[in-house]
């Protein structure tokens, strides 16, 4: 997980994701929005994206890993469990939240989860669920960039090819493989040479 990317980062990242569907185009303002916080890495990933270098592979037994291809074509495997973004309206204004956010941290065993406790408080009991932003802050990609700008050094909490994942995802321009078991060994490199 990167220790360095506030919450309050991640929320608003989820909520301009949020904004974009696979139905409409995507709008200038949210574009605009992302650029600000992205800047020229955006328009990396959206070239990635346009290009149709991501690749949701499905595996044998329901699960999935995205391929994306890197600049010296070569494709890049990343292991993403991908937020659920709730669907925000542009045109409204976002709902207010409480002025200091919280924090998450990991739950030692036998701890209630926040929902367990607010419906055990019963003061909360029809709340919308808990954020998917904790999420956009525990992805990985083998690259380069990934290690040098993520993991190194807190220049940014994603690579392109992170963020291309997640623009395919919510604009549907992921595109979609399926791959048999022998495939799948070799796709994780689970194959050894003999």
Do not use: W
Request: overall charge negative; glycine content about 6%; some cysteine.
């Amino acid at each position: 997980m990167i220790s360095h990317a506030p919450p309050e980062f991640l929320a608003l990242v989820e909520a301009l994701l949020g904004a974009l569907s696979p139905t409409e185009q995507a709008p200038d303002a949210v574009l605009t929005q992302l650029h600000a916080l992205f800047g020229p890495m955006l328009v990396s990933s959206l070239q990635l994206v346009d290009r149709r270098d991501v690749v949701k592979v499905s595996l044998p037994g329901g699960r999935f890993v995205h391929q994306v291809t890197s600049s010296a074509g070569a494709p890049y495997t990343l292991y993403l469990d991908l937020p659920t973004f709730p669907q925000v309206s542009v045109e409204e204004p976002e709902p207010t939240q409480a002025a200091s956010p919280t924090y998450v941290s990991p739950k030692s065993p036998g701890a209630a989860s926040p929902a367990a406790e607010a419906t055990a408080d019963g003061d909360d009991a029809a709340s919308p669920p808990p954020s998917q932003a904790l999420k956009l802050g525990r992805m990985f990609c083998p690259c380069t960039g990934f290690a040098f700008n993520t993991l190194t050094a807190p220049r940014s909490i994603f690579c392109k090819h992170i963020l291309a994942v997640l623009l395919a995802d919510r604009l549907g321009k992921v595109v979609d493989t399926s791959v048999p078991l022998a495939a799948a060994a070799g796709l994780l490199g689970l194959c050894g040479a003999s």
